[in-house]
């Protein structure tokens, strides 16, 4: 069955820089659309950004020019290189695959990983 694993989370000061992987096994990563995703505490989940099968690339307008998503078909892993970071980005972020459209949605999304904590300090 498919998986997906993140890794890369952790606790930073404000304007530091992470880079979260995402692994996935059990189907090519070329056949999905991937998302990110995050959650902070007693929030709903929210979109961040997603990476289509050609590459296009698609961000919220609160990480937009600060965060870049990218994808090593190869490797079947996908990334997100989180930089300029602030407080309120931090939550647990999850990625997930999409092979039905709607990418914008989370309720779209057929496969998760377990997350990852991000911790910003200010």
């Known amino acids: 069955q498919v998986q997906l694993v993140e890794s890369g989370g952790g606790l930073v000061q404000a304007g530091d820089s992470l880079r979260l992987s995402c692994a996935v096994s059990g189907r090519a990563l070329s056949t999905f659309t991937m998302g990110w995703f995050r959650q902070a505490p007693g929030k709903e989940r929210e979109f961040a950004s997603f990476?289509?099968?050609?590459?296009?690339?698609y961000y919220a307008d609160s990480v937009k020019g600060r965060f870049t998503i990218s994808r090593d078909n190869a490797k079947n892993t996908v990334y997100l290189q989180m930089n300029s970071l602030k407080p309120e980005d931090t939550a647990v972020y999850y990625c997930?695959?999409?092979?039905?459209?709607?990418?914008?949605?989370?309720?779209?999304?057929?496969?998760w990983g377990q997350g990852t904590q991000v911790t910003v300090s200010s």
């Open positions: 990476i289509n099968w050609s590459g296009g690339t």
């Open positions: 997930a695959a999409n092979i039905r459209g709607n990418y914008y949605s989370a309720t779209a999304y057929d496969y």
